[in-house]
């Protein structure tokens, strides 16, 4: 199976920062990535797949990069609606794995 | 307007049965691979299982492997999962997701609201 690490599990942060999530796969994944917010009591939100592409309707603060193994998630200018859990997703084969989780709080 | 609705949880004793059901709309759904991904109280994600859109491939998790079965009905509109032998591990927030693209490479770009499943004698 395809292990996904996320880091930090807990970030604290303030309004206009810029947030960097990290996400480690234990073996390549090319740009099979895909990220989700997820706020309490709701069901996650899809923001980004192929590692880079943004969803339709999703704010341009939000980018993705990385390929193979070593991937990151950029909120730039962090807003109050964006408080929330992210969770990355391995899409590359089954079964299809999570990372553990990322909480974003303010500081 | 893509719509998917999750039914059918509740409280069941361990060994226990309980089928979940999942209404998709605003989309042709034979077109799309479907899954069910479940979050334990105060944990993260889990992908439980899939099914692709004509409904001839499934995929499991181990963990629920031999105990669940997905499955669809696409002249309805309905994808389904039969939980048995329920586990208390099994408790969790459970979610219907679509998928983007006719492959699972992409991720899931719609998600049900949940359906409650807690497993307690």
């Known amino acids: 199976d395809i292990q996904m690490t996320q880091s930090p599990s807990f970030v604290s942060a303030s309004i206009g920062d810029r947030v960097m999530i990290t996400c480690r796969a234990s073996?390549?994944?090319?740009?099979?990535l895909a990220w989700y917010q997820q706020k309490p009591g709701k069901a996650p939100k899809f923001l980004i797949y192929?590692?880079?592409s943004l969803q339709s309707g999703v704010p341009a603060r939000f980018s993705g990069s990385g390929s193979g193994t070593d991937f990151t998630l950029t909120i730039t200018s962090l807003q109050p609606e964006d408080f929330a859990t992210y969770y990355c997703q391995q899409a590359t084969r089954f079964p299809l794995t999570f990372g553990g989780g990322t909480k974003v709080e303010i500081k | 307007e893509v719509q998917l609705v999750d039914s059918g949880g509740g409280l069941v004793q361990p060994g226990g049965s309980l089928r979940l059901s999942c209404a998709a709309s605003?989309?042709?759904?034979?077109?799309?691979?479907m899954t069910w991904v479940r979050q334990a109280p105060g944990k993260g994600l889990e992908w439980v299982s899939s099914i692709s859109g004509s409904g001839g491939s499934t995929y499991y998790a181990d963990s629920v492997k031999g105990r669940f079965t997905i499955s669809r009905d696409n002249s309805k509109n309905m994808l389904y999962v039969q939980m048995n032998g329920l586990r208390v591990e099994d408790t969790a927030i459970y979610y219907c997701a679509k998928s983007y693209s006719g492959t699972w490479t992409r991720g899931f770009d719609y998600w049900g609201q949940g359906t409650q499943v807690t497993v307690s004698s």
């Open positions: 605003g989309f042709t759904f034979s077109n799309f691979g």
């Open positions: 073996q390549g994944i090319s740009n099979w």
């Open positions: 192929g590692a880079s």
